[in-house]
């Protein structure tokens, strides 16, 4: 009988082992730390540079002109109302101080106005309206003067140089400035100002 049971005894279960789980943790926490240091690469890189405005003339009309062709008496006085243009292209506000706009001729002064400062906010533009008188009595060149006033076209050049700071998420503050650089043409017959380009 006790050779019996042993027949119909099983033998004994080999031992199971359970694979050791693996902690993750450290895994988890590094991706994270990847993540986050990509994400403020491209903060950094888009939002925390700051560029230069752009600033340029949008706009030139005439207001008042009176001229003479005089060979030997010729000269010139207008009144130009010009539009100014600050673009910031920061994600911050940009505040900049009061400049001079001046307006040449062939090199020479002819006019020169100041242009108030302000405040453009993040990814705005700002326009600014000036009025500046120009004249031909600082002009000593009268032969190159009188020729351009007989073909009834005289070129300008403007030029302002806008300098302020630049506030990023209220905690970076960059000192930015921008160069105008601006030619146009003063048709006298049509009383008009053509062929502004700005760089």
Known sequence: MFAKDRRLARPPAPPV??????????????????VLGAVALVFSLIVLRPSDPEFELSDVSVKLLNYTRDDTAAWLDATLDARAAVKNTNFGRFEFGSCNLTVSYNGTLVGEKELGGGTVWSRETKY???????????????NNFSSDMSDNVLELTSYAELRGWVHLIKIVKRRLKSEMNCTMSLDLSNRTVQDLICR
């Open 17 to 34: 082992f359970k694979p050791r789980r693996v902690n993750k943790c450290p895994v988890y926490i590094l991706a994270s730390v990847v």
């Open 128 to 142: 600014v309206d000036v009025t500046v008188r120009v004249g031909s009595s600082s002009i000593s060149d009268l």
